[in-house]
């Protein structure tokens, strides 16, 4: 099982930019992929972007392709989403997940994730 905390969530307006980081407690010989999930109040929760963590290959919704950036460093064990040109429509809880782990299996976009952090608030404002 690997432990996941976000950070960097906050307030900003819209067209404003911020840079989520994920810190996983370790990457095991299992870690295959990660990623970045959110949910809006009344909403359910859908997936965001995901990085295959051996070759660095990314796949994003299309709801933010071209504004968010999915990255890794993995000498810190750290995930990162950095988004741009943000939205009211981008307010939401954000999480990241990991494919070690055995709680809320979700597939989505060629990675089954296992484990959750326990969330940052994003909201934007127009």
């Known amino acids: 099982q690997v432990q996941l905390v976000e950070s960097g969530g906050g307030s900003v307006q819209a067209g404003g930019s911020l840079r989520l980081s994920c810190s996983a407690s370790r990457y095991t010989s299992s870690s295959a992929c990660m990623g970045w999930f959110r949910q809006a109040p009344g909403k359910e929760r859908e997936g965001v972007a995901r990085?295959?963590?051996?070759?660095?290959?990314?796949y994003y919704a299309d709801s933010v392709k071209g504004r968010f950036t999915i990255s890794q460093d993995n000498a810190k064990n750290t995930l990162y989403l950095l988004m741009n040109s943000l939205s009211p429509e981008d307010t939401a809880m954000y999480y990241c997940?990991?494919?070690?782990?055995?709680?809320?299996?979700?597939?989505?976009?060629?990675?089954?994730?296992?484990?959750w952090g326990q969330g940052t608030q994003v909201t934007v404002s127009s």
């Open positions: 997940a990991s494919n070690v782990g055995p709680y809320s299996r979700t597939w989505w976009a060629g990675c089954t994730f296992g484990s």
């Open positions: 990085i295959y963590l051996g070759g660095g290959i990314t």
